[in-house]
């Protein structure tokens, strides 16, 4: 099989891991075996993937992050340096616990910002954006801006990033692109 993915050398990428066309895997990292990979992602330095871990496809995982067993990102992920997931609530090192995994979901387009902590068992909602060294313990609703430790929702960002601002009782405005959303279900709809 010809390999369309490029590994730094001192990467060690298994044989029986599935990465995609174009993808970029930088110094020191460790790709382990049914880890998958989708096209055009950029792993950086010093990344570790374990077994099982499922990656889409224009993803970018910053330095030092490890993604453990029952971690599941969708397209066009952004994991910020240092960021740290979990997949075990309760672990002890004297007791086996690998049929307790959990499993974590990032939603397509969604952000979890540099040293962000994510508890295991939950799903970060499509382009949801978690703030720099902020700890989830719940899920996290598509939209959403979660900050703070414990996490809570502080606003809703559009899809390109920006924080929407309310423009009535259930409309929402990105200032920088002006896309329009609206609360329905409780849940954010783009107006388009």
Known sequence: MEKNYWAH????????????????????????EEVEIGEHCNIGQGVFLEKGVKIG???????????????????????????????????????EKKNEFRKTVIKKGATVGANAT?????????????????????????????????????GYVCRCGEKLYENGASEYVCAKCQKRYRREDGKLVSEE
């Open 9 to 32: 050398e001192s990467s060690i990428v298994s044989p029986m891991a599935q990465i995609g066309n174009a993808t970029k895997i930088w110094q020191f990292c460790n790709v382990m």
């Open 57 to 95: 496809s224009r993803v970018k995982i910053k330095n030092n992050v490890a993604l453990y067993t029952g971690v599941i990102c969708e397209d066009n992920v952004f994991l910020g340096p240092g960021c740290v997931f979990t997949n075990v609530l309760n672990p002890r090192s004297f007791i």
């Open 118 to 154: 994510v508890l295991c068992g939950h799903t970060i909602g499509a382009y949801a954006l978690v703030g720099a060294g902020s700890v989830v313990t719940f899920d996290v609703p598509e939209h959403a801006l979660v900050m703070g430790n414990p996490a809570r929702v502080r």
